[in-house]
């Protein structure tokens, strides 16, 4: 299948702190999203992106469809404790319903 | 705001027995999913359904793995004859229109562990 690939693996932070993590295929895919995941918990959408190039935002998010449509960005501004999971991004096969998972970037915000 | 829930949120069961996890899909949802997420990994593909039957599914999901939509609201994973190594979280998503291009929501998971 598909890999998507995630860096970095982890991030330790000090609050307050800007991150930045990105994601990278080597196919194309028309769509990237962006997921949360909190321990025990299922993946909570933070971003959708559904053009290349596009960029948006959603509160202290940011995330960016890169122009060759085989990365994506997502950039975190001045980071709190609630920040703290896993972050995953995500695509779908060109054809069908089947979506890919990255490998996940785990985000630690020390106080 | 609509969610997609599931029960058990913990499941335990012996190796050989069959489970089956349940899922409620946001209301006015049309595809439904199935991922699982073995500790520590990525989240993977199980199957999807549309119209009351699977519209894809990987290689995961093998002869022991089976889905249905038993009445308008339930959507259930059955795993007929469970292995150590279905030990995993399993998360049921929904989405409300034509393809996987369309946002897929996510259920709280289901914890199974195989002894």
């Known amino acids: 299948g598909q890999q998507l690939n995630q860096s970095p693996q982890s991030m330790f932070i000090q609050e307050g702190e800007d991150v930045s993590m990105n994601c990278t295929s080597s196919?194309?895919?028309?769509?990237w999203l962006w997921y949360k995941q909190d321990p025990g918990e299922g993946p909570v959408l933070l971003i959708a992106l559904y053009k290349a190039g596009e960029l948006t935002s959603n509160g202290r998010l940011t995330a960016q469809f890169g122009i060759t449509r085989k990365d994506s960005f997502l950039n975190i501004s001045a980071s709190i404790p609630s920040d703290v999971g896993i972050y995953f991004c995500?695509?779908?096969?060109?054809?069908?319903?089947?979506?890919?998972f990255g490998t996940g970037t785990s985000l630690t915000v020390i106080p | 705001e609509p969610e997609v829930t599931q029960t058990p949120s913990h499941q335990v069961t012996q190796m050989g027995q069959e489970v089956i996890l349940r899922c409620v899909p946001i209301s006015n949802h049309l595809y439904f999913y199935w991922y699982r997420q073995i500790l520590g990994q990525k989240v993977e593909f199980l199957v999807s359904?549309?119209?009351?039957?699977?519209?894809?599914k990987s290689e995961i999901f093998d002869d022991q793995f089976s889905v249905e939509r038993p009445d308008g609201s339930n959507f259930t994973l059955k795993i007929r004859s469970t292995k150590l190594e279905d030990s995993a979280m399993y998360f049921c998503?929904?989405?409300?229109?034509?393809?996987?291009?369309?946002?897929?929501?996510f259920g709280p998971g289901t914890r199974l562990l195989v002894l």
């Open positions: 998503a929904s989405s409300g229109y034509s393809t996987a291009q369309e946002t897929q929501y």
């Open positions: 359904f549309y119209n009351n039957e699977i519209s894809e």
């Open positions: 995500a695509g779908p096969k060109n054809t069908g319903n089947q979506f890919y």
């Open positions: 196919s194309i895919f028309n769509t």
